[in-house]
């Protein structure tokens, strides 16, 4: 808005003041300031530009500069006194205003990932934050050491990457009991997987785990919902990949679906390796170990620091305390699966 757009009213008084403190040289008053203040924030409620509304007030000193003698340095000071109260009404004004839309942003991102908002308010809320949900969204969380604020460096740093690179009208980036989020719209996979990268380097090495894009109002919270569940597997399986989707490990959720039958597999499968001295834990590191390797003997030795002797005699002892040989196809998926059911229930930690 141009200067001479600004209204009249946010000078009422001004000039009068002007005058009679040319004359009299006093300052103004605490209620001449306090009605200054209150134009500011009106200014700024109605949405104009701060710097136009100084360039009125000056420009209104100027017109009304006593043609008579007083004191100058008087009527400088009073000029300030005022432009300065204006500017702080409305430098308060726009805090507030910033306060309420942050109340209200964080009030929608609780909404959106809780769901527990009507879908079609919802979505209407959503058009002001940049996301039309009637399209598919995935949603990508990122987990790194320490728990990350809407204000930390780390979260500013990443959002300017991103928001830098892709259109920002589309994108909604926040954070959520410490992790980083990025919604997006599910066919847009490259704004996650540069956040993913973004994310990772600013969170010295986090993880960050991507949801299947899902359609709808409901949709952002299903994909988020998968995000934090694919973090959490990640986390029981110790998978050491910064960037893990939900839709590439979709057997994990399946193994343990049915929970007690898992319990069941493992402990019928694995509970004998209890008798082994030492525990089930070693031999259970062996065989999560030699899966991992391929089934390669001398790679799944040197990942463990034994030699290969080592390595087949924990094998045997395998064979021998459950029945099971590691080495024969025909046994190594039902030992596997109970090896990963073990990691996914925390097995031997945790009694099944």
């Not at 000056?58 to 000071?77: E, H, I, K, Y």
């Not at 040197?302 to 459950?322: D, F, G, N, P, Q």
Request: net charge neutral; hydrophobic share 45%; proline share 5%.
């Amino acid at each position: 808005m141009t200067e001479q757009a600004i209204p009249e009213h946010y000078l009422d008084g001004y000039a009068g003041t002007l005058a009679e403190v040319a004359a009299t040289g006093r300052r103004l008053t605490r209620e001449e300031l306090a009605a200054r203040r209150s134009l500011g924030e009106q200014a700024a409620d109605a949405g104009h530009g701060l710097r136009a509304l100084v360039v009125a007030h000056l420009a209104a000193a100027r017109a009304a500069w006593p043609g008579a003698p007083g004191s100058a340095d008087s009527t400088l000071a009073a000029v300030q006194q005022a432009i300065d109260a204006f500017a702080e009404g409305y430098e308060r004004a726009q805090r507030l205003a910033v306060r309420r839309e942050e109340a209200a942003r964080r009030e929608f991102i609780d909404d959106l990932l809780y769901g527990r908002s009507d879908l079609g308010r919802l979505a209407e809320r959503a058009e002001r934050f940049g996301l039309r949900l009637s399209r598919a969204h995935a949603v990508a969380v990122s987990e790194g050491p320490a728990a990350y604020a809407e204000d930390d460096p780390v979260t500013r740093q990443v959002e300017r990457a991103v928001m830098a690179r892709f259109d920002a009208r589309s994108i909604l980036l926040t954070t959520k009991n410490g992790r980083l989020l990025c919604i997006a719209p599910g066919d847009e996979d490259e704004v996650l997987t540069y956040f993913a990268k973004q994310a990772h380097a600013a969170t010295d090495g986090g993880r960050i785990a991507v949801g299947r894009p899902r359609p709808g109002p409901g949709g952002v919270v299903q994909s988020y919902e998968e995000a934090l569940t694919t973090l959490e597997m990640a986390g029981r399986l110790d998978l050491d990949e910064p960037l893990l989707r939900a839709a590439d490990l979709l057997v994990y959720p399946v193994l343990t679906r049915d929970r007690q039958a898992m319990a069941d597999l493992v402990t019928h499968t694995l509970g004998p390796l209890t008798a082994a001295r030492g525990g089930a834990k070693p031999l259970l590191e062996t065989l999560t170990t030699y899966f991992d390797s391929g089934c390669v003997a001398t790679e799944a030795a040197r990942r463990l620091s034994l030699s290969v002797r080592a390595l087949t005699y924990r094998l045997e002892r395998i064979h021998k305390l459950t029945g099971a040989d590691p080495t024969d196809p025909a046994h190594r998926y039902m030992l596997q699966t109970a090896v990963i059911g073990a990691r996914l229930l925390d097995w031997p930690a945790k009694a099944l």
